[in-house]
């Protein structure tokens, strides 16, 4: 891996400054919708004359979109997918770039209770005894795969269930949903903060260990897909795990919050 980043490196410093590049980055609706990617891109264009275009989606459909070879990289957030992306040979390696956690929202007078919920799970299972409505993305994303989890850890099978809606969309379209219902949701903190229409909706549930939410950055592998940009996409992952990119995320802030913690490993 040593070796692809200085060869990337070396591509790149033969690119001439004139040159007008992009690369395709597969990501989720949460690094979008949080701004992150409105704060951070500008900053490794300025540095590196790269321009990111951003294609937001579920983290299943963003490893389907790199794949597919539709993206040069990708960055999303369900580790053990990631993982298999890699060991199926779609991707070349992953990086640990970042996390925050997931939160529970709801109605403010959380009808189901779940303030008083000992764990994630204990809170899930007070919203289905209650048969309180929740709104599920059902996208397939990184989001939706941690709300099944704790479906499962709960002993819960929500699908089907008359208080349980799947949105098949992103972040804050099912936040807009849960907003105007009103009804529960899991999303990640960072869109959370940047969420505008909230209406009567609360954090009711956080803090358990289990609503952890790690992001990793992948190359998509230039063996499976020759046209991919290695020496961009590789200067990019470089920027994200360099002190000045970590310095980049941890600087995003909104009413004084920060959304997202660099922890790329050194």
Known sequence: MQRLAVSAALCLGALPAWAE?????ASTTSTENSGLFGHILPIFKDKTGIEVRVVAQGTGQALETAARGDADVVFVHAKAREEAFV??????????????????????????GTRAAPS???????????????????????THVAEKNLWKAAGVDPVGQSWYMETGSGMGATLNTAAQVPAYALTDRGTWLSFQNRGPLEITFQGD??????????????AKHPHVKVAEGQA?????ISDEGQAAINGYKV????????NAAK
């Open 21 to 25: 590049t992009f690369i395709t980055v």
């Open 255 to 262: 009413n004084g919050e920060q959304l997202f913690f660099g």
């Open 87 to 112: 060991k199926d040979g779609w991707g070349v390696q992953r990086f640990d770039v970042m996390y925050n956690d997931f939160v529970l929202v709801g109605p403010s007078d959380d009808p189901a």
């Open 236 to 240: 990019f992952i470089d920027w994200l």
């Open 209 to 222: 260990k289990v609503l952890f939410n790690q992001y990793g950055v992948i190359l998509v592998n230039p």
């Open 120 to 142: 994630a799970p204990a809170a899930f299972k007070a919203v289905a005894d209650k048969g309180a409505a929740f709104a599920s993305r059902g996208d397939d994303s990184g």
